[in-house]
């Protein structure tokens, strides 16, 4: 379960990826991101690693982040791309990965999608400030005030 310090952090920390593009293994990944508000995310998909690193070569990307599962197979496709990427002189921004990787207690990046389920907001499917979800005293003091005693 996550704690709401951990969920804000989370919230934060997507926030300040800002328009750097993630690359992630597949298309749920990719989902679970988008539904987080993230645009700017490439998938491996089955691609290889040389046409992955032909695509953003030619988007002219000089940072990405690679946001791989936190699992042994996606922690050897993270070193695996972080490498190629390196040696072309795409920096990699690993220590956006360690923060999203301490924040959150799963093992896939499609993991996220429960996250949203617990604090996302029906409105236009946005995330909002989840302290505000968990702490909005309005509607249980609404609730409260229909009861009959």
Do not use: C, W
């Not at 987080?36 to 695509?55: A, C, H, M, Y």
């Amino acid at each position: 379960m996550i704690k709401i310090s951990q969920a804000q952090q989370l919230e934060e920390e997507i926030k300040k990826i800002g328009d750097i593009p993630i690359l992630v293994e597949g298309r749920k990944d990719r989902q679970a991101l988008t539904r987080f508000g993230v645009k700017n995310i490439l998938d491996i998909s089955g691609r290889t690693p040389e046409k992955v690193l032909d695509q953003t070569l030619n988007n002219n990307i000089n940072t990405i982040i690679v946001l791989t599962d936190f699992d042994e197979e996606g922690e050897k496709k993270s070193k695996q791309f972080t490498k190629l990427f390196e040696a072309n002189g795409i920096k990699v921004n690993s220590k956006a990965r360690y923060k999203i990787k301490s924040l959150i207690n799963t093992h896939q990046i499609e993991g996220l999608n429960s996250f949203i389920k617990s604090f996302g907001d029906d409105y236009n499917g946005k995330i909002s400030s989840v302290y505000y979800k968990i702490f909005d005293r309005g509607k249980l003091l609404n609730r409260r005030g229909r009861r009959k005693t």
